[in-house]
């Protein structure tokens, strides 16, 4: 069974960086998932990030797509999210998940416990 | 940019059927999928492929997709089904999640 685990800084600084890591465990991150990234502001609804192929082949939401970075070590077996240009609308909880299925039909699951990241002064 | 529209909330009656719709442009042409979100945890995916259920999901969760509108059912309401409820679909190189539902059982 295949499990997720968020970790990286709560706290970041405006007009700074967040740096966010994903352990897969229970299976490894070179089969035929991609591995994405959503977050969720307080109170509000989820927003997709981005998703990576263990090979390093990325996709982005265009409305991020100028500030995030995705990355994948096979070896470790984890995948890494960058965001950069800080601003306070990037507040979330942030959610990393397998993205499963083919063919048009994709989901996300399972989903890791999620990180809140607050960027504050 | 596209856009999945769902009610802010839902109330339902233990042991009745709660509905929950999700709006878009052709999303009958589309797949859609379903997330349960619980106060403080992580979404669950309890509807993918517009009516396919993981293992481990109750039976009373099924879900249909015609035309504009994709609709959850939860069949015989528990108290323990009260949560947030997001739609997700893929459109142009992106994936779109639902405004949100919260699903309330009186």
């Known amino acids: 069974q295949v499990r997720l685990q968020e970790s990286g800084p709560g706290l970041v600084k405006p007009s700074g960086t967040l740096s966010l890591t994903c352990a897969v465990s229970g299976g490894s991150i070179t089969t035929t998932d991609w591995w994405g990234w959503v977050r969720q502001p307080p109170g509000k609804g989820l927003e997709w990030i981005g998703e990576?192929?263990?090979?390093?082949?990325?996709r982005y939401n265009p409305s991020l797509k100028t500030r995030v970075t995705l990355s994948v070590d096979r070896s470790r077996n984890h995948f890494s999210l960058k965001v950069t240009s800080l601003t306070a609308a990037d507040t979330a909880v942030y959610y990393c998940?397998?993205?499963?299925?083919?063919?048009?039909?994709?989901?996300?699951?399972?989903w890791g416990q999620g990180t809140l990241v607050t960027v504050s002064s | 940019s596209y856009d999945l529209t769902q009610p802010p909330s839902v109330s339902v009656s233990p042991g009745q059927t709660a509905t929950i719709t999700c709006s878009g442009d052709?999303?009958?042409?589309?797949?859609v999928s379903w997330y349960q979100q619980k106060p403080g945890q992580s979404p669950v995916l309890v509807i993918y492929?517009?009516?396919r259920r993981p293992s481990g999901i109750p039976e009373r969760f099924s879900g249909s997709n015609s035309g504009n509108r994709a609709t959850l059912t939860i069949s015989g309401t528990q108290a323990m089904d009260e949560a947030d409820y997001y739609c997700q679909t893929w459109d142009s190189n992106k994936y779109v999640f639902g405004t949100g539902t919260k699903v309330t059982v009186l």
């Open positions: 052709t999303l009958g042409k589309k797949y």
């Open positions: 998940a397998r993205v499963d299925g083919a063919g048009g039909i994709n989901w996300f699951d399972p």
């Open positions: 492929g517009d009516n």
């Open positions: 990576i192929f263990h090979s390093g082949s990325t």
